[in-house]
């Protein structure tokens, strides 16, 4: 396993983020396939983008929201030329279990559904401009620093979180387009249920009876990243997964097919920022 991938985890900064962005903001962290620590929530306000996951890709446009999973690798791609405007929300797993409540659990919009593989929803245009309101009020009391401006960040993160559950929970699953090639779906699919073995060119090339290089260029036209750093990140991202249930660091690094610990634990620091302990103690 190399050690030269390029970090695609990214921590979140804090345990509540809302940005309202335009096209002259940075993109979201990365324009490769990457995923972050906590859920996201993105409302396309302008501009029509191309959306991917791991289990799939949708074509996105004002009215449209999507809810990624933590841990969840993903990218955009911006279709429309000079136009990209959008609401991000960013928030820990902690926040929403306290936020929730016997009757209503928020974070039900970010589990996956069969029928709505990458949980895309649409907006009214009333609920959008609800919502961006929401959104720029939450923004706005994040940033604040007067008395009281935290129990109005509650308020609309829940608002928020409230109306787009609502949505999930109450609407038809409306059939889209499935915008992922077939043969990236596959590779997906391959590194998903492979994912504690070595997975070599060589095995994706009998598995899915492509050339290599064939396979390799098409992934990374999709992903914007190399195959092999999409293994790497997969791989760290199952061993989070796997020390947040308190599973050792050395039962992990053999469970996720890495050949030794100290090479483990050197690719998981510099994914993660940390080393598989402190980041084990950390999210007990």
Sequence with gaps: MGQDAKRKFTALDAEIQCECKTITALLDYSMDMHNHDGYEVLLVLGGIINFYTEFGGSRLERGDLVCVDELNFHRVEVITRGIYDRVVVNVKRHILEGASSEQTDLQTCFRRNPLNP???I???????????VYARSLQASLCGKKPGDEILSDAYLKLIMVMVNRHFLGQDVLPRPEIMPGLVMETFNYIENHLTEEITLKCLEENLHY??????????????????????????????????????????????GFNSYSNFSRTFSKQVGMSPKKYQMENR
Excluded at 213 to 220: A, G
Aim: proline share 2%; with cysteine; glycine share 4%.
């Design 211 to 256: 050339n290599g290089t064939y396979i390799s260029r098409r992934f990374k036209r999709i992903t914007g990243i190399s195959l092999q750093n999409f293994i790497i990140a997969k791989k760290i991202m199952l061993s989070c997964k796997l020390l947040r249930e308190g599973v050792s660091p050395c039962n992990v690094c053999e469970m996720t």
């Design 118 to 120: 990458v949980n895309v």
């Design 122 to 132: 649409h907006l009214s245009e009333e609920e959008v401009l609800r919502l961006d």
